[in-house]
């Protein structure tokens, strides 16, 4: 082999694990300081109840949505008017559930930077505006709710100071969601407006509880986080579900694989944080805003603190046996909601800058010594990349760039023994979530 042509060899390998120099900067350009700014800022509207007071310029949640809210029209300022910001509102009947004593306006914050080449293709960052104390139903106690969840809505609004620095061909939204803690009614509101839409929603990223580093075991760790995503959606058929037992797809749905997709660009940008990946959509019987989503046939996982303390979520602020109860301001960490802060980030950018997924993405090998994989290409795409794992792997521990092309074929790989999957690469390098094969090959 010539010299020259190694050398080639040798670039060629580079470019295909290339980093993007500008998802560092997004990761320096979070900051704690603004963040810690605007959660203060957000407990100290005393109670952000969904039931609560609407008329106070300084207590009750539509003084905290108008402020979020202005505090959006003022990043778009900064970016020339890049963002739509808007409030998009449902009213919910008393009595929907026993968390709704009268009729009520679940109002959410909506802001979207519109993507240059898919302005109805959406990235989703979402925190909650609302917050309560031990009776859900009090909608007048001091509710500060500065972990749960002024750090996620404060994140949602960091991101968006960050991002809209850059362009990207996606559209990236932005938004702070009501009615979480009376019935998850902001995150089912604002899927329903997505649906009647048409939008295309490529995932949601609801951060709930980004905040708190010291768990009620005394764990501490500023590292450590949690990326929850349901199996399956819930929306798959009958006919789905019965494949499945045969050609596999238990832990491959939509959700899941952003979750692995959020778990790979952090271990690749973020190499000091400590994702882990839970297989299953919430904490044991509890329940977040990406649900809603989830509901409605969308992917979306929730990002969240790894340990958490309970006396200090949904708690009347009061001391009882010496143990100081309450969601108050101390016990947020604002570096740690930075950095979880920068891991959405840098998620949105890296998918906002990717090409669309592939589509139609078919595999066969029955019977045969190679695994085969077909799909259709997307605008956008330089070339695909085919990912394989191990059946009892959580992440795709295997890949391999196959240039611009429709099909591959992996030779001497056996169907059996692996999961398959495939994503598409723009020219940045940015990829696409893995498509897990929707359809058999024979
Ligand atoms: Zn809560």
């Given at each position: 082999?010539?010299?020259?042509?190694?050398?080639?060899?040798?670039?060629?390998?580079?470019?295909q694990?290339?980093t993007?120099?500008?998802?560092?900067?997004?990761?320096?350009?979070?900051?704690?300081?603004?963040?810690?700014?605007?959660?203060?800022?957000?407990?100290?509207?005393?109670?952000?109840?969904?039931?609560?007071?609407t008329?106070?310029?300084?207590?009750?949640?539509?003084?905290?949505?108008?402020?979020?809210?202005?505090?959006?029209?003022?990043?778009?300022?900064?970016?020339?008017?890049?963002?739509?910001?808007?409030?998009?509102?449902?009213?919910?009947?008393?009595?929907?559930?026993?968390?709704?004593?009268?009729?009520?306006?679940?109002?959410?914050?909506?802001?979207?930077?519109?993507?240059?080449?898919y302005?109805?293709?959406?990235?989703?960052?979402?925190?909650?505006?609302?917050?309560r104390?031990?009776?859900?139903?009090?909608?007048?106690?001091?509710?500060?709710?500065?972990?749960?969840?002024?750090?996620?809505?404060?994140?949602?609004?960091?991101?968006?100071?960050?991002?809209?620095?850059?362009k990207?061909?996606?559209?990236?939204?932005?938004?702070?969601?009501?009615?979480?803690?009376?019935?998850?009614?902001?995150?089912a509101?604002?899927?329903?407006?997505?649906?009647?839409?048409?939008?295309?929603?490529?995932?949601?990223?609801?951060?709930d509880?980004i905040?708190?580093?010291?768990?009620?075991?005394?764990?501490?760790?500023?590292?450590?986080?949690?990326?929850?995503?349901?199996?399956?959606?819930?929306?798959?058929?009958?006919?789905?579900?019965?494949?499945?037992?045969?050609?596999?797809?238990?832990?491959?749905?939509?959700?899941?694989?952003?979750?692995?997709?959020?778990?790979?660009?952090?271990?690749?940008?973020?190499?000091?944080?400590?994702?882990?990946?839970?297989?299953?959509?919430?904490?044991?019987?509890?329940?977040?805003?990406?649900?809603?989503?989830?509901?409605?046939?969308?992917?979306?996982?929730?990002?969240?603190?790894?340990?958490?303390?309970?006396?200090?979520?949904?708690?009347?602020?009061?001391?009882?046996?010496g143990?100081?109860?309450?969601?108050?301001?101390?016990?947020?960490?604002?570096?740690?909601?930075?950095?979880?802060?920068?891991?959405?980030?840098?998620?949105?950018?890296?998918?906002?800058?990717?090409?669309?997924?592939?589509?139609?993405?078919?595999?066969?090998?029955?019977?045969?010594?190679?695994?085969?994989?077909?799909?259709?290409?997307?605008?956008?795409?330089?070339?695909y990349?085919?990912?394989?794992?191990?059946?009892?792997?959580?992440?795709?521990?295997?890949?391999?760039?196959?240039?611009?092309?429709?099909?591959?074929?992996?030779?001497?790989?056996?169907?059996?023994?692996?999961?398959?999957?495939?994503?598409?690469?723009?020219?940045?390098?940015?990829?696409s979530?893995?498509?897990?094969?929707?359809?058999?090959?024979?």
């Amino acid at each position: 082999m010539k010299y020259s042509t190694l050398l080639l060899l040798f670039a060629v390998t580079i470019s295909q694990a290339q980093t993007d120099n500008r998802i560092y900067d997004i990761i320096q350009s979070v900051s704690a300081e603004r963040l810690e700014k605007d959660v203060t800022m957000l407990a100290n509207f005393g109670t952000r109840h969904t039931l609560s007071d609407t008329v106070s310029n300084t207590r009750g949640i539509g003084a905290a949505r108008r402020w979020i809210k202005k505090e959006f029209d003022v990043i778009s300022k900064d970016c020339n008017n890049c963002l739509e910001v808007f409030y998009q509102k449902d009213m919910v009947k008393k009595d929907a559930n026993a968390r709704i004593p009268f009729d009520v306006w679940v109002v959410n914050v909506v802001a979207i930077q519109r993507g240059s080449k898919y302005p109805n293709r959406f990235i989703i960052m979402s925190g909650d505006i609302d917050s309560r104390v031990s009776d859900p139903n009090d909608y007048t106690s001091d509710a500060p709710g500065a972990n749960d969840n002024a750090t996620g809505m404060a994140g949602a609004m960091e991101a968006a100071r960050v991002l809209s620095k850059y362009k990207f061909e996606n559209s990236i939204l932005y938004t702070g969601l009501s009615g979480e803690e009376q019935g998850l009614f902001g995150g089912a509101g604002l899927a329903a407006y997505a649906k009647e839409k048409g939008w295309e929603i490529i995932g949601v990223l609801n951060n709930d509880m980004i905040g708190n580093i010291e768990g009620v075991n005394g764990v501490i760790s500023n590292r450590d986080f949690r990326i929850f995503s349901e199996p399956v959606p819930p929306t798959e058929t009958e006919q789905q579900r019965n494949s499945r037992r045969f050609y596999g797809g238990e832990v491959d749905g939509i959700s899941r694989q952003l979750a692995r997709y959020v778990h790979t660009t952090t271990k690749t940008y973020m190499p000091e944080m400590n994702p882990t990946l839970i297989y299953r959509l919430d904490r044991f019987g509890r329940g977040g805003h990406h649900r809603p989503f989830n509901d409605a046939g969308f992917a979306g996982i929730r990002i969240m603190e790894s340990h958490e303390n309970y006396n200090q979520q949904h708690q009347d602020i009061r001391v009882e046996d010496g143990i100081a109860y309450g969601d108050v301001l101390e016990h947020v960490n604002f570096e740690y909601a930075a950095k979880l802060t920068a891991v959405n980030a840098i998620t949105m950018a890296a998918i906002a800058w990717a090409p669309p997924a592939p589509k139609n993405v078919v595999i066969g090998g029955i019977v045969e010594p190679s695994a085969k994989l077909k799909w259709d290409k997307v605008e956008g795409a330089i070339g695909y990349k085919i990912y394989w794992r191990d059946t009892t792997s959580p992440t795709w521990n295997h890949s391999r760039y196959v240039g611009d092309v429709s099909a591959h074929t992996l030779e001497g790989i056996v169907i059996d023994n692996y999961f398959f999957g495939v994503a598409a690469v723009g020219k940045d390098g940015h990829e696409s979530v893995v498509v897990f094969p929707g359809g058999i090959m024979r």
